[in-house]
């Protein structure tokens, strides 16, 4: 999962964790401040009563003749206040939820129980005020304070994911530097622009690393093409010792042929000293690309070149060419090579009666070379080291080193042609190569 | 002809020179820069065979220095450097070929010969070989008469061989010749047994050719009588 989605996940979740909770204790909380806020004004009321009391008697209230109870409610019954005599003994004084019946109405109340003596007689005070408008309102503010934190919750999630966005902004082109590369000789040194620091020093990190890496690979380019150097000279001697002893008119036929399979013996050597000259050379991009040619008529003098290979062995080479590329910014001679590595790999790879096919299309837009044989194919293991060097797939064949489709890799590297190989055993193998769409 | 062979690798000049002697070449022999462009100074040769790697010079400078001084030798480079940059600027200061290290000796030849056709025009009789006439400069191989239709690689097979008549030539140095050192890595024996089979059933539909040999586990050889 991306980071970006990540990061506004968690944002969301706990955003959301915190509004439940909120509005989970939210009405606990309300309750408790608003009936504080009634208890406080019904001691008070309390007060003002009994301070009434003291002030005009308890008879305005209640005479000895009538009843034993006062009771006052407002209209809307929102409040009331109450005195009876009492035989209670001890003293009562407390605040609860309670529900009256008043005109035939039954009312939830907060009522205050309170008990005084006037005279030797016991009396007991109700002061009460109704909780339905309480209740109304702590309701209307749930819905209020609910409607507010999805309101919050999604700003601020909007503006969170945006800010992410920003912030790790640097951290896609760093991404996107990396992605962009298949060699570290590549990588674009530009810094990327961040204030964070931790990126710029990821950054950083990372054109350091890039840059020993390149160094190395440098190095040991250079190394490869010193040594293959200081081997040619002393090939060099020997080759010609050798072919000038082959010269001599005086030599019987074994001296002559142990010359001949010494020379062997130095041209493999030799080949194997500039197949790796020329991989060194070509990663070290030392082959220019300024020719342009037609890919059709590169083909074209390939398949002369290998036909009456391929006729000897009896095998049946064909084309079809329907689309032409001029193609421009590439080097010819490493073109050739590396069809002709790939061509000349097929021959070799397929039996007497055999089939190779050389295609040239365009398909979406893509140059597309189509190099493929019903020969003896390969298996999976064969092909995931088709293109390493030196691994030859059949040890019996004497000549070539196996380091062809090598060098045909790294060709098509060097000018970003995609390589793909299918293949069956016993089938055939089939090599496309997909040249750059804007070529 | 005369050739300076410039080449700080004494044996390999050696070598160089005791082969091109066999051809009628006179060689001379230079092992460092300074000797090298004294004698080019001092002397006129025909051809001079540069090693650029000098211990002691810059190879191209030897070729700069001659130019200014209306010096009418050939150059061919030899180098084991065969960087691209080294060949192209080489071929810019006006040296006439270029070869890299290893090279086959009948290779040498060959390119000293046709850089001498071009220079000199010189324009080389037809040879006779048994039955048919070979002319260089035509590129035409006649059989009493009527022409034997040979392609590129087939006529560039003969014509090596030719030149290097009653002399073995090994199916690799006839394989570089003909496809040159970039496709050295898929050298296959079996490329030259092809065209030389081609080329051999080309001549047998004219007339026998005994001429063109195969020496059994070495390579092909032209043998000709040369009336001196």
């Known amino acids: 999962m991306k980071l970006k989605l990540k990061l506004a996940l968690f944002n969301l979740l706990s955003k959301l964790a915190f509004a439940g909770l909120f509005l989970l204790l939210m009405p606990y909380i309300v309750e408790r401040i608003n009936l504080r806020h009634i208890d406080n004004e019904l001691i008070l009321k309390r007060e003002q009563v009994i301070s009434l009391i003291s002030e005009i008697g308890i008879e305005p209230f209640i005479t000895s003749d009538s009843a034993d109870a006062f009771g006052s409610f407002n209209i809307l019954k929102e409040e009331f206040v109450s005195l009876e005599k009492t035989s209670l003994t001890e003293d009562v004084n407390q605040i609860e939820v309670a529900s009256r019946l008043i005109d035939d109405e039954e009312i939830d109340y907060r009522v205050l129980n309170y008990s005084f003596m006037v005279d030797g007689q016991t009396f007991l005070l109700e002061v009460g005020k109704s909780l339905s408008s309480i209740l109304f309102a702590e309701q209307n503010i749930r819905h209020i304070v609910l409607l507010f934190l999805i309101f919050i919750v999604t700003i601020t999630f909007f503006v969170d994911v945006l800010y992410n966005n920003l912030l790790l902004r640097p951290l896609h082109s760093i991404i996107k530097k990396l992605k962009k590369i298949p060699d570290p000789a590549l990588f674009d040194k530009t810094p990327v622009r961040t204030s964070t620091s931790d990126f710029r020093r990821l950054d950083s990190a990372l054109t350091e690393l890039m840059e020993n890496i390149n160094s190395l690979f440098r190095k040991e380019k250079e190394i490869t093409v010193n040594i293959s150097h200081e081997l040619l000279t002393p090939v060099s001697v020997l080759r010609s010792k050798l072919e000038n002893l082959l010269l001599r008119e005086d030599m019987d036929e074994e001296i002559q042929n142990k010359i001949e399979e010494s020379l062997k013996t130095l041209h493999r050597l030799q080949t194997l000293v500039n197949s790796l000259l020329m991989i060194a050379r070509i990663e070290s991009h030392q082959y220019l690309r300024e020719d342009t040619f037609s890919i059709k008529e590169v083909l074209q003098d390939i398949i002369m070149e290998i036909k009456p290979i391929a006729e000897d062995s009896g095998i049946t080479l064909r084309k079809e060419i329907t689309d032409e590329l001029q193609y421009s910014k590439a080097n010819r001679s490493l073109i050739f090579s590396m069809f002709y590595n790939v061509l000349n790999n097929s021959v070799k790879n397929t039996p007497s009666l055999g089939e190779i096919l050389v295609k040239c299309n365009r398909l979406h837009g893509n140059f597309n070379v189509e190099i493929s044989d019903n020969g003896i194919g390969m298996t999976e293991m064969q092909k995931s080291r088709l293109f390493s060097r030196f691994k030859m797939k059949d040890k019996s064949s004497s000549d070539g080193t196996g380091i062809g489709l090598a060098i045909a890799k790294t060709i098509a590297d060097f000018h970003k042609i995609e390589v793909s190989v299918t293949s069956e055993p016993s089938k055939g193998t089939k090599f496309s190569f997909i040249f750059p769409g804007n070529s | ?228």
């Open chain 2, 1 to 228: 002809m005369n050739v300076l062979i410039v080449e700080d690798e004494k044996s390999l000049a050696l070598e160089i020179s005791e082969f091109l002697k066999k051809h009628n070449i006179l060689c001379d022999l230079a092992y460092n820069g300074i000797d090298a462009s004294e004698k080019i100074a001092v002397n006129l040769y025909d051809f001079v065979l540069l090693d650029l790697g000098l211990p002691d010079y810059n190879g191209l400078d030897l070729i700069k220095e001659a130019r200014k001084n209306n010096n009418e030798a050939s150059f061919i480079i030899i180098t084991a450097r065969g960087a691209v940059e080294d060949k192209v600027r080489g071929l810019d200061l006006g040296a006439d070929d270029y070869l890299a290290k290893p090279f086959a000796l009948t290779e040498l030849l060959s390119r000293i010969n046709a850089v001498a056709r071009r220079k000199f025009k010189v324009s080389t009789s037809d040879i006779v070989l048994g039955d048919f006439i070979v002319n260089i400069q035509s590129r035409k191989l006649l059989c009493s008469g009527t022409e034997v239709d040979l392609t590129k690689k087939e006529f560039d097979l003969l014509q090596y061989l030719l030149l290097n008549r009653n002399k073995v030539l090994t199916r690799h140095q006839l394989y570089e010749h003909i496809w040159g050192n970039i496709l050295d890595d898929q050298y296959d024996s079996n490329f030259i047994d092809v065209h030389i089979k081609n080329l051999r059933k080309k001549l047998n539909l004219h007339a026998p050719a005994p001429w063109l040999e195969t020496v059994r586990g070495v390579g092909y050889r032209i043998s000709i009588e040369e009336k001196e």
